[in-house]
């Protein structure tokens, strides 16, 4: 009995708190095994974004349509636009035992956490609101209208931190990297430790 799975691995947390940031640190290090589940959403591309690439960009008809079809397994409204993750990449890539990184917003954070309760849920958490708003200004992508809304957002999901595994405090980049990779780490032990009690006990059972 051993898992030939490979482990979903959620990290959330509000916008502007550095998922994106962090989620690159860990990419560009050549140890780094998981896959990365490109999202789909309805928001305009922004300069420099490649579409298949940060996400595959969709008009809200073609996100619809999709939604129809049940090809998510999660998907939410953020600040007027769709985001969501393909069904197909994900359960094909755990198939065949590679661990999928989604990093996702709350909502949907929530949705996966209904159809995939053995997933590793992390939340980043920025060290002050203040320090939030500063990055999500820095960032240079949004009006002050939509920085306004995604504030008022992350105080809503700020609330949520608890019903997640770990929190990881992104106040340095490559700490935080650091303390996800640990954690993905010590859940692959964790998971190995169980199945070979359960291996003994089925053993025991037979014998
Ligand atoms: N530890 C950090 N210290 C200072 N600035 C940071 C840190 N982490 C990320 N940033 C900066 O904060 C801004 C927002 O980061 P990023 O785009 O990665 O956030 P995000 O959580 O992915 O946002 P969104 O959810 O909107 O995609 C970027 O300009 C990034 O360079
Ligand atoms: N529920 C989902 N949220 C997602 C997905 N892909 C990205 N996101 C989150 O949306 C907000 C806004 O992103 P931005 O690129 O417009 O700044 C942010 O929190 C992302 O993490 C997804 O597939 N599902």
Excluded: W
Aim: aromatic share 10%; glycine share 6%.
């Amino acid at each position: 009995m051993t898992s030939d799975k490979g482990l979903l691995i959620v990290l959330s947390g509000p916008s502007g708190v550095g998922k994106g940031t962090v989620r690159k640190a860990i990419f560009d290090d050549p140890d780094t095994t998981f896959k990365y589940s490109i999202s789909m959403t309805t928001r305009r591309q922004r300069d420099g974004e490649v579409d298949g690439v940060d996400y595959f960009f969709k008009t809200k008809e073609e996100f619809e349509s999709l939604i129809e079809q049940d090809k998510f397994i999660e998907y939410a409204e953020y600040v007027g636009n769709y985001y969501g993750t393909p069904i197909d990449y994900v359960v094909e890539t755990m198939e065949n035992g590679h661990d999928v990184f989604l990093e996702i917003e709350v909502e949907g954070a929530k949705q996966v956490r209904e159809k995939f309760p053995e997933a590793l849920f992390i939340f980043l958490a920025p060290p002050n609101l203040a320090q939030l708003e500063e990055r999500l200004i820095g960032r240079g992508t949004d009006s002050m209208e939509v920085i306004k809304h995604r504030i008022t957002e992350a105080k809503r999901e700020l609330k949520l931190m608890n019903l997640y595994d770990y929190v990881v405090i992104n106040e340095d980049v490559q700490q935080a990297k650091g303390r996800v990779q640990c954690i993905v780490e010590a859940s692959h032990m964790r998971r190995a430790r169980v199945e070979s009690k359960l291996r003994k006990l089925l053993l025991e059972v037979n014998n």
